[in-house]
């Protein structure tokens, strides 16, 4: 019985050393897949999310909703320093931490071919500046009375490219500042007191950016959401 017990040991041993060389290839390299670069993630402390898509957003390269996390794949081929840095963006608790790591991550250089190429920038058309206008007070007033006052001054412009979307909010990058579009369409459709609740729901997207957590719909998104008023929900325009 001693013997049976021994043979069934040195078993155990070569079986746990032939997993730790499957585990030291799986890692050897870099991903190749969403599913492999989420399995090396969580590998470095990620958790809450179930699945994730590789993306070529032309303005956010990590962005987290409903458990799905969505990554430039040019992250790929980053080294290990950037990766641990997506997961202390997606987890830390302290804001320093967070846009400690968010620095490294929008240091990452990624190359043109793995960007879409940007549009020009659109500008609000003469004749909907008053409504622009309008919508830049909304953005003072909101500020001061729902978020304290706490975020940035961004342009708030009208977009007649938007067709799907009601509103968006773009952070700063490549030299443009951070600001929030609303679809002139919704403004017709739906009148002014909706395209308010859409004017909210981009600056919960500032407030976002601005406290160094990812941009989506998740559980801090909808909490900050009720705090100012609005139901913590993407919002698309169906015709």
């Known amino acids: 019985m001693v013997l049976r017990a021994l043979i069934g040991r040195l078993r155990g041993l070569r079986a746990a050393s032939r997993d730790t060389r499957?585990?030291?290839?799986?890692?050897?390299?870099?991903p190749r897949t969403g599913a492999e670069f989420l399995v090396r993630l969580q590998g470095f402390g990620l958790r809450g999310v179930r699945a994730m898509t590789l993306t070529r957003n032309r303005s956010v390269m990590v962005s987290l909703t409903d458990g799905t996390l969505r990554v430039?794949?040019?992250?790929l081929a980053a080294p290990e320093p950037v990766h641990r840095a997506i997961v202390r963006f997606l987890m830390a608790s302290r804001r320093a931490e967070r846009l400690?790591?968010?620095?490294?991550?929008?240091?990452?250089?990624?190359?043109?071919?793995?960007?879409?190429?940007?549009?020009?920038?659109?500008?609000?058309?003469?004749?909907d500046e008053k409504l622009a206008a309008s919508l830049g007070e909304w953005h003072a007033r909101y500020n001061r009375e729902r978020f304290g006052g706490t975020l940035r001054r961004?342009?708030?412009?009208?977009?007649r490219r938007?067709?799907?979307?009601?509103?968006?909010?773009?952070?700063?990058?490549?030299?443009?500042?951070?600001?929030?579009?609303?679809?002139?369409?919704?403004?017709?459709?739906h009148g002014v007191a909706e395209a308010l609740e859409t004017l909210l729901h981009e600056m919960v997207h500032q407030w976002q950016d601005e406290q160094g957590h990812p941009l989506g719909h998740d559980r801090r998104f909808r909490e900050k959401s009720?705090?100012?008023?609005?139901?913590?929900?993407?919002?698309?325009v169906v015709d």
């Open 22 to 30: 499957q585990l030291a290839l799986e890692f050897h390299g870099p």
């Open 100 to 127: 400690a790591a968010r620095r490294v991550l929008t240091g990452y250089p990624i190359g043109d071919e793995e960007r879409r190429a940007p549009r020009a920038p659109e500008r609000t058309h003469p004749d």
């Open 162 to 189: 938007m067709r799907a979307r009601l509103g968006h909010y773009a952070p700063a990058q490549q030299g443009r500042p951070a600001e929030i579009a609303i679809s002139r369409r919704h403004v017709r459709r």
């Open 154 to 159: 961004v342009t708030v412009r009208v977009s």
């Open 72 to 75: 430039h794949r040019a992250f």
């Open 226 to 236: 009720r705090d100012v008023g609005i139901v913590g929900r993407a919002k698309r």
